[in-house]
């Protein structure tokens, strides 16, 4: 089992460290923010609830960054308005300098830039540093066509790619409702309405970030095998400029251990590169 620090104790820190306490799958969790007592306030609501919801997960809070250090993922939940220039990298860079090995979860809805920036300026490697919101903005999805098509969410399989809000791509090629094509399902009008939702769902709120956060975790434990939806710098080797945006991750102990992209059709691969591209 691995150690969690949680930066940021508002509504998704809290959120996070509570979810990940119910779940069971961590041995501590860290809920630091330098805000007073916010954090240890939290934490203390969240270890008198553990004898109600029947869990033992050790939370505690406090004020102090270096506590990140010896944790094995480090997630950046709630953050103060970012100052200008590189003021905004103040907590990246100090996760550097404190848990020089710690894998970093931007859990936020502006992870997106965090991680771009992250690689960029501060020379963090791609597999170390990565985004979990897009997951939340699938999860989303995935709801309404539940409820397009009278099915349950469990029974909805699908994938939201690119730069959300304005160039999110939805891949209907690869998704599935009960085991069936998405566009046998769905006619094509219906999936187009589908598809101009996804603007507004953004940003998720922080409940459902905390869930795709808890997820990515998971997946790093080894606890699901799942491919997630996430935030990752662009591969550089590949000789093109192009920038961080939504693509389905694989996750395990060192990271993101691969991007596993389906094959899809002209339509949503022009979509993406546009999405994509500087």
Known sequence: ??????????????????????????RRIQLIDPAGQVAAGKALDIMQTGP????????????????????????????AKPQSGADSL???????????????LCAGADGRTLVERGVQELHYR????????????????RALVALQTNSSVRDVALTVLGVPPSQAVVNW??????????????????LRKLTAQ?????????????????EAIAAICGVSRRTISGFVAPDLSIG????????????????VTSVHLPTLSVATQTALDNAMLL
């Open 240 to 255: 093109r400029r192009t920038r961080c945006a939504a693509l389905p991750l694989r996750l395990g102990p060192t990271g």
């Open 198 to 214: 996804v603007g507004p769902l953004w940003p998720p709120g922080p409940h459902a970030l905390a869930h795709a956060a808890t």
């Open 173 to 190: 090629d690869d998704a599935t409702v009960g085991g069936f094509a998405a566009r046998s399902v769905i006619d094509e009008p219906t």
């Open 1 to 26: 089992m691995i150690d969690v620090a949680i930066v940021g104790a508002g509504e998704l820190g809290g959120s996070l460290a509570h979810v990940l306490a119910q779940r069971g799958f961590v």
């Open 126 to 141: 791609r597999e170390r540093l990565f985004g979990s919101a897009p997951e939340a903005l699938t999860a989303a999805m």
């Open 90 to 104: 103040l907590p990246l860079r100090q996760i550097s300098e404190l848990a020089s090995r710690a894998l970093v």
């Open 52 to 79: 109600v919801q029947r869990f033992t997960t050790p939370v505690l809070g406090g004020t102090d960054l270096t506590r990140v250090s010896g944790a094995t993922v480090v997630v950046i939940a709630d953050q």
